[in-house]
C-alpha cells in the first residue's frame, strides 16, 4: 500500500542553525501539506503546496519557513534559523484532491537546543 | 477558527459507548475525523460531507449537522484499540485545514 515517508525520524540542531525536512508523499497525489504538532498539543496547519506552488499558509508559516518541491517526488520544508519554539513533530501529508483523505507521514521530531 | 472538540478526555470500560463533539463558528462544508495513537501519525477515519450526512466505520460512526455546525462521533462497544486522541478537522474554502482541539480518549480493562 503506497505510504507517505518522511526523513529523518529525528532531528538535533542548534538554535539558530538551518534545517531540511523531507517528505515523499504518495505518487499520484496533488496536493500537500506540512503540519506541526507541540508535544501533548493540537496539530496546527502550517502550509498547503500546490501545483508547485503554495496555495495556503497559517500565521505560523513566516519567512523563517519555505516549502518546495525539488524534483517532482521530494516535498520539503526548510527552517531558516530555527529558534527553541520550533522544537515539535511535524507531519507532512498529502492528498488525490483538496478536501480529501489525507494521509500522513509518520513525522519528523525537531530538537532545537 | 479552529473547531472546538469536547470532552477534552474520556476514560471508558471497555464496552461502554462514547460520544466526542466538534463544533465551529464558521460554516462548515465537510468535517474530517483522525485518530492519533500516542507517538504516531494522524490516521484517518471517515469524511462527511452533507449537512445531515451519518457514516459507520465498524462501530464507529458520525453525525454532520451543516446548519448547527457540528459533527459527533460516536464510538459504540469500546475496544482497547480505539484508545487514542480523536481530531475533527475541516478544510476552509481555500486549501487551509484545521484540526479540532482534541478529545483524548482512554479505553481500559
Known amino acids: 500500500e503506497p505510504e507517505v515517508t518522511q526523513t529523518p525520524s529525528h532531528q538535533v540542531t542548534q538554535m539558530g542553525q538551518e534545517v531540511i525536512l523531507r517528505c515523499v508523499p504518495i505518487s499520484n497525489h496533488l496536493y500537500f501539506y506540512w503540519y506541526r504538532q507541540i508535544l501533548g498539543q493540537k496539530v496546527e496547519f502550517l502550509v498547503s503546496f500546490y501545483n508547485n506552488e503554495i496555495s495556503e499558509k497559517s500565521e505560523i508559516f513566516d519567512d523563517q519557513f519555505s516549502v518546495e518541491r525539488p524534483d517532482g517526488s521530494n516535498f520539503t520544508l526548510k527552517i531558516r534559523s530555527t529558534k527553541l519554539e520550533d522544537s515539535a513533530m511535524y507531519f507532512c501529508?498529502?492528498?488525490?484532491?483538496?478536501?480529501?483523505?489525507?494521509?500522513f507521514g509518520p513525522g519528523t521530531r525537531l530538537t532545537v537546543l | 477558527q479552529q473547531p472546538v472538540q469536547s470532552p477534552q478526555a474520556v476514560i471508558l470500560r471497555e464496552g461502554e459507548d462514547a460520544v466526542i463533539n466538534c463544533s465551529s463558528s464558521k460554516a462548515l462544508y465537510s468535517v474530517h475525523w483522525y485518530r492519533q495513537k500516542h507517538g504516531e501519525a494522524p490516521v484517518f477515519l471517515m469524511i462527511?460531507?452533507?449537512?445531515?450526512e451519518q457514516k459507520g466505520h465498524d462501530k464507529i460512526s458520525a453525525s454532520f449537522n451543516e446548519k448547527k455546525q457540528q459533527s459527533s462521533l460516536y464510538l459504540t462497544a469500546s475496544q482497547l484499540s480505539y484508545s487514542g486522541t480523536y481530531f475533527c478537522?475541516?478544510?476552509?474554502?481555500?486549501?487551509?485545514?484545521?484540526f479540532g482541539t482534541g478529545t483524548s480518549l482512554t479505553v481500559i480493562p
Open positions: 478537522g475541516t478544510p476552509n474554502t481555500g486549501n487551509q485545514f484545521y
Open positions: 462527511l460531507l452533507k449537512g445531515g
Open positions: 501529508a498529502s492528498t488525490l484532491q483538496g478536501g480529501a483523505e489525507q494521509f
